[in-house]
């Protein structure tokens, strides 16, 4: 499974939009990009994932380049609670038994 | 979306006994469940991959006579930790995929051995 690189830490203000990026230059065409997140203490949230059109729903936006070895994540307007380590996955999205292997993800920290 | 959940939340318990941590998909079947540990500030490490009706598969490094896993029903995953010893001290996680592949996470057992 292709390998995802992401910034270890961010801050952003209350209210404003946060913006993660995420690099997976070895994506394979059948691979999907997956967002999670984890608040601390928690089990790891499901965000959004996409192929490789823009995707977006309640929680945030999914952009994805192109070329598909880029994406970023946005959580239009930020709040304290988003404050967490947001993990960016690559994986095959058909098959139910395919593991998900997190890094170390990146800690976001929302300040009022 | 879908609900996992994981019992107990929280346990402590002497060194030397064995612990079981339970994980149920509650409104949807899980022909597949995986157990993950999270040691502090470290990220999620998958243990095992658990499929109802068979042997789990376990990673490397993963002891699978220490860490028994039974997936005995399409919405009932066990863990249990034998012999507990202090190092196994953690945060367990489980996850369900549905049909469509799709992980839900439980809440997490944090365990805490003496």
């Known amino acids: 499974d292709a390998k995802t690189t992401q910034p270890p830490s961010m801050d952003c203000a209350e209210g404003r939009a946060a913006n993660l990026p995420c690099n997976h230059s070895t994506i394979s065409g059948n691979e999907y990009v997956y967002w999670y997140r984890q608040i601390h203490s928690q089990g790891p949230q499901y965000i959004i994932h996409g192929l490789k059109n823009n995707e977006t729903n309640e929680m945030a936006s999914l952009i994805i380049t192109e070329d598909r070895k880029s994406s970023t994540l946005i959580l239009p307007h930020a709040t304290l609670r988003d404050t967490a380590v947001y993990y960016c996955?690559?994986?095959?999205?058909?098959?139910?038994?395919?593991?998900?292997?997190f890094g170390a993800g990146t800690t976001v920290t929302v300040r009022a | 979306g879908a609900v996992v959940s994981q019992h107990p939340s929280r346990v402590i318990c002497k060194s030397g006994t064995s612990v079981k941590i339970e994980c149920r998909s509650l409104d949807f079947q899980a022909t597949t469940m995986f157990w993950y540990r999270q040691f502090p500030k470290k990220s999620l490490m998958l243990m095992a991959t658990?499929?109802?009706?068979?042997?789990?598969?376990?990673e490397q490094g993963v002891e699978k006579d220490k860490f028994l896993i039974n997936h005995a029903s399409l919405t009932l995953s066990t863990l249990t930790v034998t012999s507990a010893h202090p190092e196994d001290s953690s945060f367990y996680i489980c996850?369900?995929?549905?049909?469509?592949?799709?992980?839900?996470f439980g809440p997490g057992t944090r365990l805490t051995v003496l």
């Open positions: 996955i690559v994986r095959v999205a058909s098959s139910n038994d395919y593991k998900l292997s």
């Open positions: 658990s499929n109802e009706g068979s042997k789990a598969t376990y």
């Open positions: 996850s369900a995929s549905d049909d469509s592949g799709q992980q839900f």
